[in-house]
């Protein structure tokens, strides 16, 4: 006597075949997901390669071509995005910009990861008053505004890209060690952390060795959603006039100098907020695949 495993009115084969497609669209990242990888990627190359491919100089002045419409406006091939007001050619500057804010909220992440990561990862495994320190000094820390933290910086030491780095990486610094104290209380008390404890493990190795893989995952996500929030930061700040000085250019700074010209010359503003909206948006789409990948609650 045989045994039907399958729904009504689905063959085997069907159900087979649904469950290889499920498990397959589970395994695959999203359309979304691929389109923003290579977004960033495209956005690194040009980058990583503006001084090869850049057409012009990055200072290089020319006040006879100064405020030239782009080439599919008007302009000539010579200035493919135009001209600034002092006749820089722009799609130069956007290739450095991008650089350089790329650079920044890279570098800006990896201080807050480590940084945070760290603060987070003692706290929870030593507790007691070692634990309501740091957390009290996680708190006074965002409660305070990153505007005034960077100006007071700005004033005390000066603008610099170094700087600049450490105002935007301790931006979100608190939230790694929020995370990763979170996670370490969560698995203090479980099996194989107190096997590795009752075998004579010392802290530091326990910690290493046993807690922090364990709390990567989380913190790769939360990484990839401060990119992009850092990315906006360091525009905002340099706009501003606290962050990237001249000579040197980010794709706040373009927008700092376009803000006289936005009447007359819109494109001056409108493609370094592409590139900051591109930027930031491919960001986000992968951090929340991310978080949905590494979330068993979301997978199921």
Request: proline letters at 6%.
């Given at each position: 006597m045989s045994i039907e495993t399958s729904a009504p009115g689905v063959s085997a084969s069907q159900t087979e075949e649904g469950l290889f497609a499920t498990n397959t669209g589970?395994?695959?990242p999203?359309?979304?997901a691929i389109a923003s990888c290579l977004i960033l990627m495209l956005a690194a190359l040009l980058a990583a390669a503006a001084p090869v491919i850049a057409p012009h100089d990055l200072a290089g002045q020319s006040l006879l071509h100064r405020l030239r419409p782009?080439?599919?406006a008007g302009g000539t091939t010579e200035y493919l995005l135009g001209t600034?007001?002092?006749g820089r050619d722009l799609f130069?500057?956007?290739?450095?910009?991008t650089q350089t804010t790329l650079l920044i909220a890279g570098a800006g992440v990896l201080v807050g990861v480590i940084t945070g990561t760290l603060s987070g990862l003692v706290s929870g495994s030593m507790g007691g008053w070692i634990d309501h320190c740091f957390m009290a000094v996680v708190d006074a820390q965002a409660s305070v505004p990153v505007t005034l933290v960077a100006l007071t910086a700005v004033a005390l030491i000066g603008p610099s890209p170094l700087v600049l780095v450490?105002?935007?990486g301790f931006a979100d610094y608190y939230k790694y060690a929020r995370v990763v104290r979170g996670q370490v209380q969560a698995l203090r008390g479980r099996s194989f952390v107190e096997a590795a404890r009752s075998s004579g493990a010392s802290p530091y190795h326990i910690a290493m060795r046993h807690v922090l893989p364990n709390t990567l995952s989380p913190?790769?996500?939360?990484?990839?959603?401060s990119f992009a929030e850092i990315v906006v930061l360091e525009s905002s700040l340099t706009f501003?006039?606290?962050g990237i000085q001249p000579p040197n250019v980010s794709l706040g700074s373009l927008l700092g100098e376009s803000r006289n010209y936005l009447i007359t010359t819109p494109w001056l503003a409108v493609f370094p907020c592409l590139v900051i909206v591109a930027i930031t948006l491919a960001a986000s789409m992968i951090g929340d695949w991310l978080r949905d990948t590494f979330d068993p609650r979301s997978r199921s």
């Open positions: 589970r395994r695959r999203p359309t979304v782009p080439a599919f600034d007001h002092l130069s500057r956007l290739l450095f910009a450490l105002i935007v913190v790769i996500v939360l990484a990839s959603l501003l006039g606290v």
